[in-house]
C-alpha cells in the first residue's frame, strides 16, 4: 500500500508528492519541523508540538501556512488514511521556493509537507528492557539548538559515529558538558535526584522533557535542572533520554562504562511507565 502525504494543500501518494529544487528547505536548510507519535491511533501532545513549531517560525520570521485547528485536521486524516495505530507524524515547513540568495525572499510561500511512519509496538521496544548504550562527542551544531530547524548533518555523523563504536547514540557535550542526545534530551539520575541541562539555545526543549519532569514533580522526585559533565554521568545510579520517537528510554553505558548497575533504573522505568499512562489517556 502506498503512503497518503500532505504537500501543500493536497493528500497525495507518495510517489506523486513533489517539492521545487528551489526550495529553501533543500538549498539552505531553511525549514523547521516536528514529530509527534501515535498509539493507539491518537496523538500524543500535539498542542505542545503546535506550540513549539509556532515557536521556531517566529524565530525566523517564517510564515505559518496553516492554523493549529488546520494542522490538527491534517494529522488526522494522514493517520486515519494510513492506518496508524503506532507509529508518528513527521511535518516540516520550510519558506518555500525561491531563486537562490542568502537573503530571505520577499513575501515567499511556505511550504508544508506531512507524512506518516508506522512503527509498531513502541511501547514495547526492547531497547526499554535492554538499555541503550551511548559514546560522548563533542556538541559541534550551531548555536541556536532550541529552534528545531531541518539541519540535522552532525546529529546524523554523530549517530553513525555511534553505530561504528558499536553503541546506540551519541550525548553532545560542550565545554566538558553534555548537551543533548542527538535527538533527544539526556538526563542522569543520583539517588533520587534526577539532572537535565537547563533550557536555552544549547539544548532543544523537548515536549517530551516538559512533560516527564512535571510528571517526577508530582511524584515526588527532585528535578535539578542544570548542565552536568561526562564524569558525572558516568557516576550516576541511572541514565535516560527522553523524545516523541522513543519515549523515556534507558541508557545503560557510556564510552564503554557501564552506568549504575548497568541495566535499566527505577526510576527510568517508572517514568517511563507514568508517562506512557498519562499521554495515552490524554491523547488526541
Ligand atoms: N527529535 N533534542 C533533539 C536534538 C531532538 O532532535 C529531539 C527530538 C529532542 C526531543 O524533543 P521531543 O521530546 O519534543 O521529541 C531533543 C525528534 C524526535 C526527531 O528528530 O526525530
Given at each position: 500500500?502506498t503512503?497518503?502525504?500532505?504537500?501543500?494543500?493536497?493528500?497525495?501518494?507518495?510517489?506523486?508528492?513533489?517539492?521545487?529544487?528551489?526550495?529553501?528547505?533543500?538549498?539552505?536548510?531553511?525549514?523547521?519541523?516536528?514529530?509527534?507519535?501515535?498509539?493507539?491511533?491518537?496523538?500524543?501532545?500535539?498542542?505542545?508540538?503546535?506550540?513549539?513549531?509556532?515557536?521556531?517560525?517566529?524565530?525566523?520570521?517564517?510564515?505559518?501556512?496553516?492554523?493549529?485547528?488546520?494542522?490538527?485536521?491534517?494529522?488526522?486524516?494522514?493517520?486515519?488514511?494510513?492506518?496508524?495505530?503506532e507509529?508518528?507524524?513527521?511535518?516540516?515547513?520550510?519558506?518555500?521556493a525561491?531563486?537562490?540568495?542568502?537573503a530571505?525572499?520577499?513575501?515567499?510561500?511556505?511550504?508544508?509537507?506531512?507524512?506518516?511512519?508506522?512503527?509498531?509496538?513502541?511501547?514495547?521496544?526492547p531497547?526499554?528492557?535492554?538499555?541503550?548504550?551511548?559514546?560522548s562527542?563533542?556538541?559541534?551544531?550551531?548555536?541556536?539548538?532550541?529552534?528545531?530547524?531541518?539541519?540535522?548533518l552532525?546529529?546524523?555523523?554523530?549517530k553513525?559515529?555511534?553505530?561504528?563504536?558499536?553503541?546506540?547514540?551519541?550525548?553532545?557535550?560542550?565545554d566538558?558538558?553534555?548537551?543533548?542526545?542527538?535527538?533527544?534530551?539526556?538526563?542522569?539520575?543520583?539517588?533520587?535526584?534526577?539532572?537535565?541541562?537547563?533550557?536555552?539555545?544549547?539544548?532543544?526543549?523537548?515536549?517530551?522533557?516538559?512533560?516527564?519532569?512535571?510528571?517526577?514533580?508530582e511524584?515526588q522526585?527532585?528535578?535539578?535542572e542544570?548542565p552536568?559533565?561526562?564524569?558525572?554521568?558516568?557516576?550516576?545510579?541511572?541514565?535516560?533520554?527522553?523524545?516523541?520517537?522513543?519515549?523515556?528510554?534507558?541508557?545503560?553505558?557510556?564510552?564503554?562504562?557501564?552506568?549504575?548497575?548497568?541495566?535499566?533504573?527505577?526510576v527510568?522505568?517508572?517514568?517511563?511507565?507514568?508517562?506512557?499512562?498519562?499521554?495515552?489517556?490524554?491523547?488526541?
Open positions: 500500500m503512503r497518503t502525504v500532505y504537500v501543500n494543500g493536497e493528500y497525495l501518494p507518495e510517489d506523486q508528492a513533489k517539492v521545487s529544487v528551489f526550495d529553501r528547505g533543500f538549498l539552505f536548510a531553511d525549514g523547521v519541523y516536528e514529530v509527534t507519535s501515535v498509539l493507539g491511533g491518537k496523538l500524543i501532545d500535539f498542542a505542545g508540538h503546535a506550540k513549539r513549531l509556532q515557536r521556531s517560525l517566529d524565530e525566523l520570521q517564517m510564515a505559518n501556512p496553516v492554523t493549529e485547528d488546520e494542522l490538527l485536521e491534517i494529522h488526522r486524516e494522514l493517520v486515519r488514511a494510513n492506518g496508524i495505530e507509529g508518528l507524524v513527521y511535518l516540516q515547513i520550510t519558506r518555500g525561491a531563486d537562490r540568495d542568502f530571505y525572499p520577499k513575501d515567499p510561500v511556505p511550504t508544508i509537507v506531512l507524512f506518516t511512519q508506522s512503527k509498531p509496538g513502541p511501547a514495547e521496544n531497547l526499554a528492557r535492554t538499555g541503550m548504550k551511548v559514546i562527542i563533542e556538541d559541534q551544531r550551531w548555536g541556536r539548538r532550541d529552534i528545531k530547524t531541518v539541519q540535522l552532525y546529529p546524523s555523523m554523530g553513525m559515529m555511534a553505530k561504528a563504536a558499536g553503541a546506540d547514540d551519541a550525548w553532545m557535550v560542550e566538558g558538558h553534555v548537551t543533548e542526545g542527538t535527538s533527544n534530551n539526556a538526563y542522569i539520575v543520583k539517588g533520587n535526584t534526577i539532572v537535565t541541562r537547563h533550557l536555552g539555545t544549547e539544548i532543544l526543549h523537548g515536549i517530551t522533557r516538559a512533560a516527564v519532569l512535571r510528571f517526577a514533580r511524584a522526585m527532585v528535578v535539578e542544570r552536568f559533565t561526562v564524569a558525572e554521568a558516568k557516576a550516576a545510579d541511572e541514565a535516560f533520554i527522553t523524545s516523541a520517537s522513543a519515549f523515556v528510554m534507558p541508557v545503560v553505558e557510556m564510552d564503554g562504562q557501564p552506568i549504575g548497575s548497568g541495566a535499566p533504573g527505577r527510568t522505568a517508572r517514568l517511563r511507565e507514568i508517562y506512557l499512562d498519562e499521554m495515552r489517556k490524554a491523547a488526541v
